[in-house]
Protein backbone atom coordinates (compact mmCIF):
# COMPACT_ATOMS: atom_id res chain seq x y z
CA UNK A 1 0.00 0.00 0.00
CA UNK A 2 1.10 3.55 -0.95
CA UNK A 3 2.27 5.45 1.96
CA UNK A 4 1.47 9.19 2.92
CA UNK A 5 2.10 11.61 5.38
CA UNK A 6 -0.75 12.39 7.44
CA UNK A 7 0.58 14.80 9.88
CA UNK A 8 3.18 15.23 13.16
CA UNK A 9 2.49 15.26 16.43
CA UNK A 10 4.74 15.47 20.16
CA UNK A 11 3.06 12.43 21.37
CA UNK A 12 1.44 9.10 19.46
CA UNK A 13 -0.31 6.93 21.91
CA UNK A 14 -1.11 3.44 20.53
CA UNK A 15 -4.36 1.85 21.63
CA UNK A 16 -7.31 2.86 23.10
CA UNK A 17 -8.01 0.59 26.54
CA UNK A 18 -7.21 2.21 29.93
CA UNK A 19 -3.81 2.48 29.81
CA UNK A 20 -3.98 4.52 26.20
CA UNK A 21 -6.40 7.00 27.46
CA UNK A 22 -4.83 7.82 30.58
CA UNK A 23 -1.59 8.20 28.58
CA UNK A 24 -3.16 10.62 25.96
CA UNK A 25 -4.92 12.45 28.71
CA UNK A 26 -1.66 13.17 30.72
CA UNK A 27 0.36 14.25 27.47
CA UNK A 28 -2.46 16.43 26.01
CA UNK A 29 -2.92 18.13 29.74
CA UNK A 30 0.79 18.79 29.65
CA UNK A 31 0.84 20.59 26.64
CA UNK A 32 1.90 17.91 24.17
CA UNK A 33 -0.11 17.87 20.90
CA UNK A 34 -1.09 14.32 21.41
CA UNK A 35 -2.52 11.83 18.99
CA UNK A 36 -4.84 8.45 20.01
CA UNK A 37 -4.48 5.95 17.60
CA UNK A 38 -7.17 3.29 18.43
CA UNK A 39 -8.17 -0.41 16.17
CA UNK A 40 -11.44 0.90 16.55
CA UNK A 41 -13.12 4.05 18.22
CA UNK A 42 -16.35 2.55 19.27
CA UNK A 43 -14.20 -0.06 22.01
CA UNK A 44 -12.12 2.98 24.02
CA UNK A 45 -11.90 2.41 27.59
CA UNK A 46 -13.62 -1.25 26.49
CA UNK A 47 -14.27 -3.20 29.77
CA UNK A 48 -13.54 -6.40 28.31
CA UNK A 49 -13.57 -8.73 31.23
CA UNK A 50 -14.90 -7.66 34.55
CA UNK A 51 -17.68 -4.89 34.88
CA UNK A 52 -15.90 -3.16 37.72
CA UNK A 53 -13.23 -0.98 38.99
CA UNK A 54 -11.33 -1.34 42.30
CA UNK A 55 -10.28 -3.95 44.93
CA UNK A 56 -7.36 -4.16 47.02
CA UNK A 57 -4.24 -2.61 45.77
CA UNK A 58 -6.13 -1.90 42.62
CA UNK A 59 -8.63 0.81 44.46
CA UNK A 60 -5.81 2.11 45.94
CA UNK A 61 -3.77 2.35 42.43
CA UNK A 62 -7.13 4.21 41.17
CA UNK A 63 -7.20 6.28 44.21
CA UNK A 64 -3.30 7.57 43.34
CA UNK A 65 -4.46 7.75 39.72
CA UNK A 66 -7.07 10.17 40.96
CA UNK A 67 -4.15 12.06 43.23
CA UNK A 68 -1.97 13.20 40.34
CA UNK A 69 -4.56 14.48 37.94
CA UNK A 70 -5.63 10.98 35.88
CA UNK A 71 -9.46 10.27 35.21
CA UNK A 72 -10.33 6.68 36.12
CA UNK A 73 -11.86 7.72 39.46
CA UNK A 74 -13.77 10.64 37.78
CA UNK A 75 -14.79 8.12 35.20
CA UNK A 76 -15.83 4.87 37.35
CA UNK A 77 -17.56 7.50 40.25
CA UNK A 78 -19.96 8.99 37.04
CA UNK A 79 -20.58 5.52 35.97
CA UNK A 80 -21.04 3.21 38.82
CA UNK A 81 -23.95 1.21 40.16
CA UNK A 82 -22.79 -0.29 43.27
CA UNK A 83 -19.83 0.42 45.35
CA UNK A 84 -18.24 -1.20 48.74
CA UNK A 85 -15.57 -0.77 50.84
CA UNK A 86 -13.52 -4.27 51.24
CA UNK A 87 -11.97 -5.36 54.24
CA UNK A 88 -13.54 -3.52 56.52
CA UNK A 89 -13.30 -5.71 59.50
CA UNK A 90 -9.08 -5.52 58.68
CA UNK A 91 -7.09 -2.96 59.33
CA UNK A 92 -6.65 0.11 57.57
CA UNK A 93 -3.66 -0.83 55.37
CA UNK A 94 -5.89 -3.54 53.20
CA UNK A 95 -8.94 -1.30 53.03
CA UNK A 96 -9.99 -0.56 49.34
CA UNK A 97 -12.53 0.79 47.50
CA UNK A 98 -14.09 -1.51 44.44
CA UNK A 99 -17.17 -0.46 42.34
CA UNK A 100 -19.66 -2.00 39.90
CA UNK A 101 -19.93 -0.17 36.48
CA UNK A 102 -22.21 0.55 33.88
CA UNK A 103 -19.93 -0.84 31.07
CA UNK A 104 -21.09 0.68 28.50
CA UNK A 105 -21.94 4.27 30.15
CA UNK A 106 -18.09 3.92 31.62
CA UNK A 107 -16.94 3.14 27.86
CA UNK A 108 -19.17 6.35 26.63
CA UNK A 109 -18.26 8.78 29.53
CA UNK A 110 -14.66 8.49 28.93
CA UNK A 111 -14.50 8.55 25.62
CA UNK A 112 -16.07 11.78 25.26
CA UNK A 113 -13.81 13.00 27.61
CA UNK A 114 -11.06 12.00 25.02
CA UNK A 115 -12.51 13.09 22.51
CA UNK A 116 -13.34 16.62 24.27
CA UNK A 117 -9.30 17.13 25.67
CA UNK A 118 -7.96 20.03 24.36
CA UNK A 119 -4.88 19.11 22.10
CA UNK A 120 -5.56 15.65 21.84
CA UNK A 121 -6.39 14.07 18.16
CA UNK A 122 -8.49 10.66 18.31
CA UNK A 123 -8.13 8.36 15.06
CA UNK A 124 -9.26 4.70 13.91
CA UNK A 125 -6.16 3.05 12.24
CA UNK A 126 -3.91 0.12 13.01
CA UNK A 127 -0.22 0.66 13.60
CA UNK A 128 2.16 -1.43 11.31
CA UNK A 129 5.41 -0.49 12.28
CA UNK A 130 7.07 1.83 14.98
CA UNK A 131 9.44 4.00 12.67
CA UNK A 132 12.90 5.11 13.84
CA UNK A 133 16.19 6.66 12.70
CA UNK A 134 19.34 5.71 14.93
CA UNK A 135 18.05 4.70 17.86
CA UNK A 136 15.19 7.15 18.33
CA UNK A 137 11.73 6.84 17.34
CA UNK A 138 10.44 8.95 14.52
CA UNK A 139 6.98 8.01 14.08
CA UNK A 140 4.59 5.06 12.83
CA UNK A 141 2.80 3.66 9.76
CA UNK A 142 -0.90 2.40 10.05
CA UNK A 143 -2.24 -0.16 8.17
CA UNK A 144 -3.93 2.65 5.80
CA UNK A 145 -0.72 3.71 4.78
CA UNK A 146 -0.54 6.73 6.87
CA UNK A 147 2.43 7.89 8.12
CA UNK A 148 2.37 10.13 11.75
CA UNK A 149 5.43 11.75 12.96
CA UNK A 150 6.25 11.50 16.68
CA UNK A 151 8.47 12.94 19.22
CA UNK A 152 8.04 10.38 21.48
CA UNK A 153 5.45 7.27 21.36
CA UNK A 154 3.86 5.50 23.87
CA UNK A 155 2.29 1.58 23.32
CA UNK A 156 -0.46 0.83 25.18
CA UNK A 157 -1.80 -2.38 22.80
CA UNK A 158 -3.20 -4.09 25.99
CA UNK A 159 -4.11 -8.22 24.57
CA UNK A 160 -4.33 -7.29 20.76
CA UNK A 161 -0.55 -8.40 19.60
CA UNK A 162 -1.03 -11.26 17.57
CA UNK A 163 -3.73 -12.50 19.95
CA UNK A 164 -6.31 -15.32 19.26
CA UNK A 165 -9.49 -16.22 20.72
CA UNK A 166 -9.30 -20.23 22.08
CA UNK A 167 -12.51 -21.97 23.16
CA UNK A 168 -12.15 -25.96 22.97
CA UNK A 169 -10.45 -26.44 19.69
CA UNK A 170 -11.94 -23.41 18.35
CA UNK A 171 -8.93 -20.89 17.41
CA UNK A 172 -10.27 -17.43 16.20
CA UNK A 173 -7.70 -14.70 15.42
CA UNK A 174 -9.33 -12.03 17.27
CA UNK A 175 -9.02 -9.22 20.15
CA UNK A 176 -11.23 -8.97 23.20
CA UNK A 177 -14.44 -9.71 22.13
CA UNK A 178 -13.56 -11.04 18.69
CA UNK A 179 -12.44 -7.44 18.16
CA UNK A 180 -9.78 -6.66 15.57
CA UNK A 181 -6.29 -7.83 16.31
CA UNK A 182 -2.78 -6.16 15.60
CA UNK A 183 -1.63 -8.76 13.42
CA UNK A 184 1.45 -6.71 12.34
CA UNK A 185 3.10 -4.72 14.61
CA UNK A 186 5.15 -7.72 17.29
CA UNK A 187 6.58 -8.39 14.22
CA UNK A 188 7.84 -4.48 14.22
CA UNK A 189 8.88 -4.58 17.85
CA UNK A 190 11.03 -7.55 17.41
CA UNK A 191 12.75 -5.87 14.41
CA UNK A 192 13.75 -3.02 16.44
CA UNK A 193 15.40 -5.89 18.72
CA UNK A 194 13.04 -6.08 21.70
CA UNK A 195 12.53 -9.11 23.46
CA UNK A 196 9.09 -10.49 23.41
CA UNK A 197 6.54 -12.84 25.77
CA UNK A 198 3.34 -14.97 25.09
CA UNK A 199 0.99 -15.14 27.65
CA UNK A 200 -2.82 -15.95 28.11
CA UNK A 201 -5.34 -14.92 30.09
CA UNK A 202 -9.35 -15.18 29.62
CA UNK A 203 -12.82 -13.99 30.97
CA UNK A 204 -16.15 -15.61 31.83
CA UNK A 205 -19.20 -16.25 30.68
CA UNK A 206 -22.26 -13.65 30.53
CA UNK A 207 -25.68 -14.64 31.08
CA UNK A 208 -29.08 -14.48 30.69
CA UNK A 209 -30.48 -12.25 34.15
CA UNK A 210 -33.80 -13.91 33.31
CA UNK A 211 -32.90 -17.36 33.11
CA UNK A 212 -31.42 -16.77 37.02
CA UNK A 213 -33.09 -18.20 39.91
CA UNK A 214 -31.72 -15.09 42.43
CA UNK A 215 -33.37 -16.57 45.67
CA UNK A 216 -30.71 -19.48 45.52
CA UNK A 217 -27.92 -17.22 46.01
CA UNK A 218 -26.95 -14.71 48.71
CA UNK A 219 -27.72 -11.31 48.10
CA UNK A 220 -24.50 -8.59 47.76
CA UNK A 221 -25.21 -4.97 48.10
CA UNK A 222 -23.60 -2.48 47.72
CA UNK A 223 -22.75 0.62 50.60
CA UNK A 224 -25.09 3.31 51.55
CA UNK A 225 -22.25 5.84 52.40
CA UNK A 226 -20.97 8.84 50.35
CA UNK A 227 -17.89 6.70 48.90
CA UNK A 228 -16.12 7.76 45.78
CA UNK A 229 -12.98 7.12 44.24
CA UNK A 230 -12.35 10.44 43.34
CA UNK A 231 -11.50 13.67 45.70
CA UNK A 232 -13.33 15.72 42.66
CA UNK A 233 -16.86 13.63 43.30
CA UNK A 234 -19.58 16.01 45.46
CA UNK A 235 -22.56 14.04 44.07
CA UNK A 236 -23.29 10.43 45.87
CA UNK A 237 -26.70 9.56 43.84
CA UNK A 238 -26.28 5.66 42.62
CA UNK A 239 -28.58 3.47 41.55
CA UNK A 240 -27.30 0.62 44.15
CA UNK A 241 -28.14 -2.45 42.07
CA UNK A 242 -27.16 -5.33 43.67
CA UNK A 243 -24.52 -8.64 43.33
CA UNK A 244 -25.25 -12.09 44.25
CA UNK A 245 -23.29 -14.79 45.40
CA UNK A 246 -23.12 -18.74 44.35
CA UNK A 247 -20.87 -21.41 44.53
CA UNK A 248 -20.04 -24.51 42.53
CA UNK A 249 -19.58 -28.12 44.08
CA UNK A 250 -18.73 -31.53 43.55
CA UNK A 251 -20.33 -32.42 40.47
CA UNK A 252 -19.34 -29.27 38.75
CA UNK A 253 -15.87 -30.22 39.24
CA UNK A 254 -16.49 -33.56 37.96
CA UNK A 255 -17.71 -32.58 34.53
CA UNK A 256 -14.90 -30.02 34.43
CA UNK A 257 -12.71 -32.62 35.24
CA UNK A 258 -13.88 -34.93 32.91
CA UNK A 259 -13.33 -32.87 30.07
CA UNK A 260 -10.20 -31.64 31.04
CA UNK A 261 -8.94 -33.11 27.37
CA UNK A 262 -10.48 -30.40 25.88
CA UNK A 263 -9.50 -27.27 28.03
CA UNK A 264 -6.86 -25.68 25.97
CA UNK A 265 -4.44 -25.30 28.95
CA UNK A 266 -4.33 -28.99 28.78
CA UNK A 267 -5.07 -30.05 25.64
CA UNK A 268 -1.28 -28.19 24.48
CA UNK A 269 -3.03 -25.19 22.80
CA UNK A 270 -2.27 -22.42 24.37
CA UNK A 271 1.42 -21.41 23.84
CA UNK A 272 1.15 -18.59 26.52
CA UNK A 273 1.34 -18.35 30.19
CA UNK A 274 -1.50 -17.97 32.63
CA UNK A 275 -2.57 -15.88 35.31
CA UNK A 276 -1.77 -17.81 38.71
CA UNK A 277 -3.80 -15.27 40.79
CA UNK A 278 -6.83 -15.40 38.02
CA UNK A 279 -6.94 -18.69 37.06
CA UNK A 280 -9.42 -20.52 35.12
CA UNK A 281 -11.80 -22.72 36.56
CA UNK A 282 -10.79 -25.88 35.26
CA UNK A 283 -7.12 -24.43 36.54
CA UNK A 284 -8.99 -24.14 40.47
CA UNK A 285 -10.34 -27.74 40.10
CA UNK A 286 -6.78 -28.99 39.58
CA UNK A 287 -4.74 -26.92 41.49
CA UNK A 288 -7.46 -27.12 44.37
CA UNK A 289 -8.56 -30.75 44.57
CA UNK A 290 -9.44 -31.25 47.66
CA UNK A 291 -11.73 -28.01 47.99
CA UNK A 292 -15.65 -28.96 47.31
CA UNK A 293 -16.73 -25.36 46.39
CA UNK A 294 -15.12 -21.99 44.70
CA UNK A 295 -17.40 -18.50 45.19
CA UNK A 296 -18.61 -17.55 42.01
CA UNK A 297 -20.39 -13.45 42.05
CA UNK A 298 -23.10 -12.69 39.40
CA UNK A 299 -22.65 -9.20 38.41
CA UNK A 300 -24.27 -6.96 36.33
CA UNK A 301 -23.03 -5.56 33.37
CA UNK A 302 -25.24 -2.29 33.45
CA UNK A 303 -28.37 -0.50 33.73
CA UNK A 304 -29.73 -1.17 30.55
CA UNK A 305 -28.61 -4.75 29.49
CA UNK A 306 -29.80 -8.59 30.80
CA UNK A 307 -26.04 -10.07 30.72
CA UNK A 308 -24.44 -10.92 33.95
CA UNK A 309 -20.69 -11.27 34.44
CA UNK A 310 -20.18 -14.95 36.15
CA UNK A 311 -16.94 -13.80 38.43
CA UNK A 312 -14.37 -16.67 39.49
CA UNK A 313 -15.99 -18.49 36.17
CA UNK A 314 -13.18 -18.26 33.69
CA UNK A 315 -12.74 -20.99 31.35
CA UNK A 316 -11.45 -21.93 27.86
CA UNK A 317 -13.74 -25.04 27.53
CA UNK A 318 -16.49 -25.51 25.05
CA UNK A 319 -19.50 -23.90 25.10
CA UNK A 320 -21.27 -26.62 25.06
CA UNK A 321 -19.30 -28.22 28.13
CA UNK A 322 -19.40 -24.31 29.79
CA UNK A 323 -23.43 -24.55 30.01
CA UNK A 324 -23.35 -28.00 31.04
CA UNK A 325 -21.28 -27.22 34.13
CA UNK A 326 -22.69 -23.78 34.30
CA UNK A 327 -25.95 -25.90 35.18
CA UNK A 328 -25.15 -27.38 38.01
CA UNK A 329 -24.76 -24.45 40.33
CA UNK A 330 -27.36 -23.40 42.45
CA UNK A 331 -29.66 -20.06 41.12
CA UNK A 332 -28.21 -21.35 37.37
CA UNK A 333 -29.91 -24.26 37.05
CA UNK A 334 -31.67 -22.87 33.82
CA UNK A 335 -29.25 -20.51 32.80
CA UNK A 336 -28.60 -19.02 29.29
CA UNK A 337 -25.64 -17.95 28.04
CA UNK A 338 -25.32 -14.87 26.27
CA UNK A 339 -21.79 -14.74 25.39
CA UNK A 340 -19.51 -17.58 26.06
CA UNK A 341 -16.31 -17.66 28.43
CA UNK A 342 -13.07 -18.01 26.42
CA UNK A 343 -9.13 -17.97 26.69
CA UNK A 344 -7.10 -15.27 24.74
CA UNK A 345 -3.27 -14.75 24.57
CA UNK A 346 -1.49 -12.55 23.28
CA UNK A 347 2.33 -10.87 22.95
CA UNK A 348 3.64 -8.48 24.80
CA UNK A 349 7.11 -7.46 25.65
CA UNK A 350 9.44 -8.08 28.40
CA UNK A 351 9.40 -5.22 31.13
CA UNK A 352 12.82 -5.22 32.06
CA UNK A 353 13.54 -3.57 28.97
CA UNK A 354 12.48 -0.41 30.26
CA UNK A 355 13.67 2.30 32.06
CA UNK A 356 11.70 3.38 35.73
CA UNK A 357 10.31 5.79 33.31
CA UNK A 358 8.47 3.15 31.10
CA UNK A 359 10.58 4.42 28.33
CA UNK A 360 13.09 1.74 26.49
CA UNK A 361 16.35 1.67 27.72
CA UNK A 362 17.61 0.89 23.55
CA UNK A 363 15.40 2.88 21.73
CA UNK A 364 14.49 6.70 22.90
CA UNK A 365 11.23 8.01 23.01
CA UNK A 366 9.44 4.82 23.05
CA UNK A 367 7.52 3.80 26.24
CA UNK A 368 5.58 0.82 27.19
CA UNK A 369 2.48 1.08 29.43
CA UNK A 370 -0.33 -1.61 30.31
CA UNK A 371 -0.64 -5.49 29.37
CA UNK A 372 1.90 -5.07 27.18
CA UNK A 373 4.21 -5.05 29.96
CA UNK A 374 2.84 -8.29 31.38
CA UNK A 375 0.42 -7.12 33.85
CA UNK A 376 -3.29 -7.66 34.10
CA UNK A 377 -6.26 -5.63 35.15
CA UNK A 378 -7.65 -2.23 33.97
CA UNK A 379 -6.20 -0.50 37.02
CA UNK A 380 -2.49 -1.34 36.59
CA UNK A 381 -2.96 -0.08 33.02
CA UNK A 382 -4.24 2.84 33.53
CA UNK A 383 -2.14 3.68 35.91
CA UNK A 384 1.27 2.85 33.82
CA UNK A 385 -0.55 5.29 31.10
CA UNK A 386 -0.46 7.68 33.65
CA UNK A 387 2.94 7.59 34.39
CA UNK A 388 4.27 6.62 31.05
CA UNK A 389 2.13 9.98 29.70
CA UNK A 390 4.00 12.10 32.41
CA UNK A 391 7.18 11.19 31.84
CA UNK A 392 7.12 11.65 27.85
CA UNK A 393 5.96 14.85 28.53
CA UNK A 394 8.75 15.60 30.74
CA UNK A 395 11.09 14.40 28.28
CA UNK A 396 10.19 16.48 25.54
CA UNK A 397 9.91 19.54 27.91
CA UNK A 398 13.36 18.57 29.02
CA UNK A 399 12.71 18.27 32.33
CA UNK A 400 13.33 15.57 35.25
CA UNK A 401 11.11 12.69 34.93
CA UNK A 402 8.82 11.95 37.40
CA UNK A 403 9.82 8.44 38.93
CA UNK A 404 7.61 7.45 42.15
CA UNK A 405 9.78 5.10 44.63
CA UNK A 406 8.22 2.13 46.20
CA UNK A 407 7.59 4.27 49.37
CA UNK A 408 5.63 6.62 47.84
CA UNK A 409 2.65 4.11 46.52
CA UNK A 410 1.39 1.12 44.87
CA UNK A 411 2.23 3.32 41.35
CA UNK A 412 6.29 2.59 42.61
CA UNK A 413 5.85 -0.53 43.48
CA UNK A 414 4.16 -1.69 40.64
CA UNK A 415 6.78 -0.16 38.20
CA UNK A 416 10.01 -0.71 40.25
CA UNK A 417 8.20 -4.40 40.47
CA UNK A 418 8.23 -4.68 36.75
CA UNK A 419 11.39 -2.93 35.43
CA UNK A 420 13.87 -4.13 38.25
CA UNK A 421 12.24 -8.12 38.57
CA UNK A 422 10.24 -8.08 35.38
CA UNK A 423 7.41 -11.02 35.08
CA UNK A 424 6.63 -14.56 34.19
CA UNK A 425 3.28 -14.62 34.27
CA UNK A 426 0.68 -12.34 33.98
CA UNK A 427 1.24 -9.60 37.00
CA UNK A 428 -1.33 -8.77 39.85
CA UNK A 429 -0.50 -5.68 41.79
CA UNK A 430 -1.40 -6.73 46.15
CA UNK A 431 -0.88 -5.06 48.90
CA UNK A 432 1.18 -7.57 49.96
CA UNK A 433 3.55 -6.28 47.70
CA UNK A 434 4.10 -3.23 48.85
CA UNK A 435 6.63 -3.08 52.03
CA UNK A 436 5.12 0.19 53.40
CA UNK A 437 1.10 -0.48 53.20
CA UNK A 438 0.52 0.83 56.35
CA UNK A 439 1.96 4.17 54.83
CA UNK A 440 0.45 4.19 51.53
CA UNK A 441 -3.17 3.41 52.57
CA UNK A 442 -6.30 3.87 50.25
CA UNK A 443 -7.51 6.73 51.91
CA UNK A 444 -4.49 8.81 52.01
CA UNK A 445 -3.48 8.99 48.69
CA UNK A 446 -4.56 12.38 48.11
CA UNK A 447 -1.93 13.35 50.91
CA UNK A 448 0.56 11.44 49.42
CA UNK A 449 0.66 12.42 45.67
CA UNK A 450 -1.43 15.86 44.95
CA UNK A 451 1.40 17.81 46.12
CA UNK A 452 3.64 15.88 43.08
CA UNK A 453 0.73 15.88 40.98
CA UNK A 454 0.34 19.86 41.08
CA UNK A 455 4.28 20.08 41.01
CA UNK A 456 3.80 18.43 37.54
CA UNK A 457 1.16 20.26 36.03
CA UNK A 458 -1.75 17.76 36.09
CA UNK A 459 -3.54 18.99 38.84
CA UNK A 460 -6.73 21.24 38.54
CA UNK A 461 -7.25 24.70 40.43
CA UNK A 462 -9.80 24.04 41.90
CA UNK A 463 -8.23 20.38 42.99
CA UNK A 464 -5.24 21.85 44.73
CA UNK A 465 -7.81 24.81 46.18
CA UNK A 466 -9.90 21.67 48.54
CA UNK A 467 -6.38 19.28 48.72
CA UNK A 468 -4.73 23.15 51.03
CA UNK A 469 -9.01 23.22 52.72
CA UNK A 470 -8.56 19.07 53.50
CA UNK A 471 -4.69 19.57 54.81
CA UNK A 472 -5.36 22.82 56.94
CA UNK A 473 -8.42 20.96 58.12
CA UNK A 474 -6.47 17.82 59.00
CA UNK A 475 -3.93 20.00 60.53
CA UNK A 476 -6.65 21.85 62.94
CA UNK A 477 -7.85 18.15 64.24
CA UNK A 478 -4.57 17.00 64.75
CA UNK A 479 -4.14 20.17 67.56
CA UNK A 480 -7.47 19.73 68.54
CA UNK A 481 -6.45 16.16 69.74
CA UNK A 482 -3.03 16.88 71.37
CA UNK A 483 -5.00 20.17 73.33
CA UNK A 484 -8.24 18.67 74.21
CA UNK A 485 -8.55 16.94 77.71
CA UNK A 486 -10.64 14.10 78.58
CA UNK A 487 -11.52 13.88 82.54
CA UNK A 488 -12.26 10.29 84.31
CA UNK A 489 -15.10 12.39 86.39
CA UNK A 490 -17.22 13.86 83.65
CA UNK A 491 -19.99 11.51 83.38
CA UNK A 492 -20.23 11.97 79.94
CA UNK A 493 -17.35 10.27 79.65
CA UNK A 494 -18.30 7.64 81.99
CA UNK A 495 -21.34 6.93 80.34
CA UNK A 496 -19.57 6.40 76.97
CA UNK A 497 -16.48 4.09 78.03
CA UNK A 498 -19.15 1.57 80.09
CA UNK A 499 -21.08 1.91 76.75
CA UNK A 500 -18.28 0.68 74.65
CA UNK A 501 -17.10 -1.47 77.50
CA UNK A 502 -13.85 0.38 77.71
CA UNK A 503 -11.67 0.49 81.21
CA UNK A 504 -12.35 3.34 83.39
CA UNK A 505 -9.89 6.57 82.44
CA UNK A 506 -7.87 7.33 85.61
CA UNK A 507 -7.72 11.15 85.62
CA UNK A 508 -7.42 13.34 82.76
CA UNK A 509 -5.83 12.32 79.02
CA UNK A 510 -5.59 14.11 75.97
CA UNK A 511 -7.83 12.90 72.56
CA UNK A 512 -4.86 11.47 70.96
CA UNK A 513 -4.33 9.23 74.15
CA UNK A 514 -7.77 8.49 74.37
CA UNK A 515 -8.23 7.77 70.60
CA UNK A 516 -5.21 4.89 71.48
CA UNK A 517 -8.14 2.46 72.31
CA UNK A 518 -8.95 0.95 69.61
CA UNK A 519 -12.86 0.92 70.08
CA UNK A 520 -13.04 5.17 70.49
CA UNK A 521 -14.27 6.64 67.72
CA UNK A 522 -13.59 10.53 66.42
CA UNK A 523 -16.98 11.43 65.63
CA UNK A 524 -18.12 10.08 69.32
CA UNK A 525 -15.24 12.53 70.95
CA UNK A 526 -16.37 15.34 69.17
CA UNK A 527 -19.83 14.86 70.28
CA UNK A 528 -18.25 14.94 73.77
CA UNK A 529 -15.91 17.72 73.62
CA UNK A 530 -19.11 19.81 71.91
CA UNK A 531 -17.00 19.86 68.73
CA UNK A 532 -19.69 18.30 66.55
CA UNK A 533 -20.19 19.45 62.84
CA UNK A 534 -16.69 21.42 63.23
CA UNK A 535 -14.70 19.09 60.67
CA UNK A 536 -16.14 17.28 57.70
CA UNK A 537 -15.85 13.67 58.76
CA UNK A 538 -12.83 13.07 56.25
CA UNK A 539 -10.47 15.02 57.79
CA UNK A 540 -11.21 13.92 61.45
CA UNK A 541 -10.63 10.37 60.01
CA UNK A 542 -7.21 11.24 58.93
CA UNK A 543 -6.32 12.81 61.79
CA UNK A 544 -7.70 9.71 63.71
CA UNK A 545 -5.87 7.16 61.92
CA UNK A 546 -3.01 8.72 63.01
CA UNK A 547 -3.13 8.84 66.55
CA UNK A 548 -4.32 5.34 67.00
CA UNK A 549 -1.66 4.03 64.42
CA UNK A 550 0.84 6.74 65.76
CA UNK A 551 3.82 3.93 66.86
CA UNK A 552 3.42 2.00 63.74
CA UNK A 553 3.41 4.83 61.52
CA UNK A 554 6.99 6.48 63.11
CA UNK A 555 8.47 2.64 63.28
CA UNK A 556 7.41 2.77 58.98
CA UNK A 557 8.49 5.79 58.36
CA UNK A 558 11.89 5.35 59.93
CA UNK A 559 12.10 2.60 57.31
CA UNK A 560 11.45 4.08 54.58
CA UNK A 561 14.42 6.65 55.27
CA UNK A 562 16.47 4.25 55.77
CA UNK A 563 14.84 2.90 52.24
CA UNK A 564 14.95 6.42 50.35
CA UNK A 565 19.11 6.71 51.31
CA UNK A 566 19.61 4.09 48.99
CA UNK A 567 17.27 5.58 46.90
CA UNK A 568 19.19 8.71 46.72
CA UNK A 569 22.50 7.39 45.78
CA UNK A 570 22.19 7.34 42.20
CA UNK A 571 23.88 5.38 39.67
CA UNK A 572 25.54 7.36 36.39
CA UNK A 573 23.46 5.63 33.20
CA UNK A 574 27.61 5.85 31.59
CA UNK A 575 28.61 3.25 34.75
CA UNK A 576 30.54 0.37 32.89
CA UNK A 577 30.20 -2.26 35.30
CA UNK A 578 32.71 -4.43 33.30
CA UNK A 579 34.90 -1.84 35.50
CA UNK A 580 33.54 -2.49 38.50
CA UNK A 581 36.41 -5.19 40.43
CA UNK A 582 34.89 -7.62 43.05
CA UNK A 583 31.05 -7.95 40.92
CA UNK A 584 30.38 -11.74 41.13
CA UNK A 585 29.81 -12.65 37.46
CA UNK A 586 26.02 -13.31 38.08
CA UNK A 587 25.65 -9.76 39.13
CA UNK A 588 27.89 -8.11 36.60
CA UNK A 589 25.41 -9.76 33.99
CA UNK A 590 21.62 -8.66 35.96
CA UNK A 591 23.37 -4.80 36.20
CA UNK A 592 23.97 -4.98 32.99
CA UNK A 593 21.49 -6.20 31.49
CA UNK A 594 18.45 -3.72 33.86
CA UNK A 595 20.66 -0.51 34.35
CA UNK A 596 19.40 0.42 37.76
CA UNK A 597 18.78 3.97 38.33
CA UNK A 598 19.80 3.81 42.11
CA UNK A 599 21.71 1.68 44.59
CA UNK A 600 18.28 1.05 46.07
CA UNK A 601 16.99 -0.19 43.00
CA UNK A 602 19.88 -2.80 42.15
CA UNK A 603 19.63 -4.01 45.91
CA UNK A 604 16.13 -5.58 44.47
CA UNK A 605 17.65 -7.25 41.31
CA UNK A 606 17.64 -11.33 41.99
CA UNK A 607 21.18 -11.92 42.24
CA UNK A 608 22.61 -9.43 43.22
CA UNK A 609 23.63 -9.82 46.78
CA UNK A 610 24.58 -7.50 49.54
CA UNK A 611 28.30 -8.28 48.72
CA UNK A 612 27.92 -6.93 45.32
CA UNK A 613 26.07 -3.68 46.82
CA UNK A 614 29.08 -3.06 48.94
CA UNK A 615 31.35 -3.49 46.11
CA UNK A 616 29.19 -1.16 44.01
CA UNK A 617 28.89 1.42 46.76
CA UNK A 618 33.06 1.64 47.04
CA UNK A 619 33.19 2.01 43.33
CA UNK A 620 30.98 4.41 43.26
CA UNK A 621 32.58 6.77 45.90
CA UNK A 622 35.34 6.60 43.86
CA UNK A 623 33.68 7.24 40.49
CA UNK A 624 32.33 10.56 41.55
CA UNK A 625 35.88 11.53 43.12
CA UNK A 626 37.37 10.92 40.06
CA UNK A 627 34.66 12.70 37.86
CA UNK A 628 35.04 15.92 41.01
CA UNK A 629 38.19 16.48 40.36
CA UNK A 630 38.06 16.44 36.43
CA UNK A 631 35.62 18.63 36.72
CA UNK A 632 37.87 20.96 38.50
CA UNK A 633 40.64 20.41 35.86
CA UNK A 634 38.53 22.07 33.46
CA UNK A 635 37.55 25.04 35.12
CA UNK A 636 38.78 28.33 33.83
Request: aromatic fraction near 6%; hydrophobic fraction near 35%.
Amino acid sequence: METYRAGNYDVIVVGGGHGGVEASLAAARLGMNTLLLSLSLDHIALMPCNPSIGGPAKGHVVREIDALGGQMGINIDKTQIQIRLLNTSKGPAVQALRAQADKKLYQETMTYTVECQEGLDVKQAAVEEILTEGNHVKGVRCNTGAIFGARAIILTTGTYLKSRIIMGDLLTPAGPNNQPMAAVLSDSLKDLGLELFRFKTGTPARVDKRSIDFSKTIVQNGSKEKLAFSYMTTTFQRPMVPCHLTYTNPTTHDIIRENLHLAPMYSGIIEGVGARYCPSIEDKVVRFADRDAHQLFLEPEGLHTNEIYVQGMSTGLPMVIQEKFLRTIAGLEHVEIMRPAYAIEYDGVVPTQLKPTLEYREIEGLYGAGQINGTSGYEEAAGQGLMAGINAALKLKEEDPFILRRSDGYLGVLIDDLVMKGTNEPYRLFTSRAEYRLLLRNDNADLRLTEKGHAIGLVTEERWRRFNEKVEAIGEVDQWLTESRFRGSDEAVVAYLEELGSAPLEGTVSGRDLLKRPEVDIIHLTKLAGKENVWEEEPLRQAELEAKYEGYLKKQREQVNRFNKGEGKRIPETIDYDDVGGLRIEAREKLKKLRPFSVGQASRISGVSPADIGVLLVYLEEYHRRATAEAKKEEP
